[in-house]
């Protein structure tokens, strides 16, 4: 999961655009995004511990899945340049190792005095959601976008 980049400056929004991203969860995902964080619960690493919870298996840590909303903003939509300000965050039900995520991030609405967007997220896992909210973040406009080809993949 290395999504495109797609490099958008504030003009470009509009009310109604939409991206989305997939990512099946691995147990390694699990496991480095524990020693990242160092959220060691069990219920994330234990599969004997996590049997006896009401999930019955092992589960993903909420905010990984909330990480994925933070790649669709910072590669795809806004994409490269997008500064977060604030995220609401809903958990629904769990998101269990070997689950495919769907993130949905739908542009709700624009401020232009600020170069700033809502955003509405939805994580879903067969359909059913399992994590939504809304990010507000700040868009550089098209001008202050000028990225150094460089520094982009494969450049």
Request: aromatic share 6%; proline share 6%; net charge negative.
């Amino acid at each position: 999961m290395t999504p495109e980049l797609r490099i958008l400056g504030f003009e470009d929004l509009a009310v109604g655009m939409s991206d989305r991203l997939e990512k099946t969860v691995s147990s390694s995902d699990v496991v480095g995004f524990a020693e990242i964080t160092g959220d060691r619960n069990p219920i994330h690493l234990s599969e004997h511990f996590a049997a006896r919870t009401p999930f019955g298996t092992r589960i993903a840590h909420g905010l990984y899945t909330a990480g994925l909303i933070s790649a669709v903003l910072g590669t795809r939509l806004p994409g490269p340049g997008a500064i977060y300000m604030s995220q609401t965050l809903n958990f629904r039900a769990p998101v269990r190792i070997g689950d495919t995520v769907v993130v949905e991030v739908c542009v709700a609405e624009l401020f232009p005095e600020r170069r700033r967007a809502r955003l509405a997220c939805t994580c879903s896992v067969d359909g059913e959601v399992v994590l939504d909210g809304e990010a507000l973040v700040k868009v550089p406009a098209r001008a202050d976008l000028a990225i150094d080809p460089r520094l982009m993949p494969g450049g």
